[in-house]
């Protein structure tokens, strides 16, 4: 079975400041790997995705991630945050095989002040 | 296009009474899938339907139950309710289309029993 840990549970930032948010995974095979953003009261968004190809993929409102298959990592980064950007950040992974079961870290709470 | 739509949005329900609640997936999506959302045990998969048949179940006890309809719409009924059952259900969408596969959320439905 696939595990997902992410070791920043809260991180706070002021605007402005670069952001990178860890992700590590545990799974033998192949695997597809998203980030999901929960807005205060709003419902789970995808920031982006990787399935294959290119091992830095690029989402929406200037998130990163680069997907080190050596260090089974998939850090999310983006170089400038906003007072917009502070919600909370799920890691998530699914193998190939059981596609539909996505297994999710416990999440990092980011705060960004102004 | 619009998104996953769950009701009701709010339940408020006693020890040992259940619940059904209700998921509509994005139109065209095929597979519909379950999780539970709390503060303890983070994101947490359920269970997945696809073509009316469970495909997929993770490890909830057999009180946690689902279907899925023909026009892909699904519920998923909790009987003898707990008061650890108290969480955000959420239900997720995809296309199902093999191994690269996008799950997309609806705004949950928050469940408390007193």
């Known amino acids: 079975a696939q595990s997902v840990s992410q070791h920043n549970h809260h991180v706070i930032l002021s605007e402005a400041a670069s952001l990178e948010l860890g992700c590590n995974y545990s799974?033998?095979?192949?695997?597809?790997l998203f980030w999901y953003v929960q807005y205060p009261g709003q419902h789970l968004q995808l920031l982006l995705k990787?399935?294959?190809?290119?091992?830095l993929v690029k989402g929406i409102k200037g998130f990163e991630a680069e997907f080190i298959k050596s260090k089974f990592s998939f850090n999310l980064r983006k170089p400038s945050v906003q007072w917009s950007d502070t919600a909370e950040y799920f890691c998530a992974v699914n193998a190939a095989c059981t596609a539909s079961k996505l297994t999710f870290g416990t999440g990092t709470r980011l705060q960004v002040t102004l | 296009k619009a998104g996953v739509t769950q009701t009701p949005r709010y339940l408020i329900k006693t020890r040992g009474q259940q619940v059904t609640l209700s998921c509509s997936p994005i139109s065209g999506h095929r597979s519909v899938s379950w999780y539970q959302q709390t503060p303890g045990q983070g994101l947490q998969f359920l269970f997945e339907?696809?073509?009316?048949?469970?495909?997929n179940k993770g490890n909830f006890p057999g009180r946690f139950s689902g279907r899925q309809f023909s026009n892909s719409r699904s519920e998923m009924n909790v009987s003898t309710l707990e008061l650890g059952d108290s969480a955000l259900y959420l239900c997720?969408?995809?296309?199902?289309?093999?191994?690269?596969?996008?799950?997309?959320f609806g705004p949950g439905t928050r469940l408390l029993v007193l």
């Open positions: 990787y399935f294959s190809g290119d091992p």
């Open positions: 799974y033998g095979g192949t695997v597809n």
């Open positions: 997720a969408s995809s296309l199902d289309t093999g191994a690269q596969e996008t799950q997309y």
């Open positions: 339907y696809f073509s009316e048949t469970q495909r």
